[in-house]
């Protein structure tokens, strides 16, 4: 069992960044960050390996977005740049058992219960 526990979220200015962190009460494999705009259903933003060494996007956010990883912390990161109004959502991240990059949230067994991130414009 992994706990996830997702921190850095806040209301900013269009254009404006912010990095969120997501420590987990363990060693993980691939992780994701996923988000849930209000209305919306989740969505799939990024995805990192075990090891850090791949790393995948959604067209929506690449080129803004980047996800990292400090497995000697346990901590996954998404840093978000030139934020928009449309990046408002519920960020949440995710373990899964694969050692891969993954899309489908069907794939993460261990979901963190989410932060907020409300962009202005």
């Known amino acids: 069992q992994v706990q996830l526990v997702e921190s850095g979220g806040g209301l900013v200015q269009a254009g404006d960044s912010l990095r969120l962190s997501c420590a987990a009460s363990?060693?993980?494999?691939?992780m994701g960050w996923f988000r849930q705009a209000p209305g919306k259903e989740r969505e799939f933003v990024a995805a990192?390996?075990?090891?850090?060494?791949?790393?995948d996007y959604a067209d929506s956010v690449k080129g803004r977005f980047t996800v990292s990883r400090d497995n000697a912390k346990n901590t996954l990161y998404l840093q978000m740049n030139s934020l928009k109004p449309e990046d408002t959502a519920v960020y949440y991240c995710?373990?899964?058992?694969?050692?891969?990059?993954?899309?489908?949230?069907?794939?993460?067994?261990?979901w963190g219960q989410g932060t907020q991130v409300t962009v202005s414009s």
């Open positions: 990192i390996s075990w090891n850090g060494g791949s790393t």
């Open positions: 363990g060693r993980t494999r691939s």
């Open positions: 995710a373990a899964s058992s694969s050692y891969y990059t993954v899309h489908r949230q069907a794939s993460y067994d261990y």
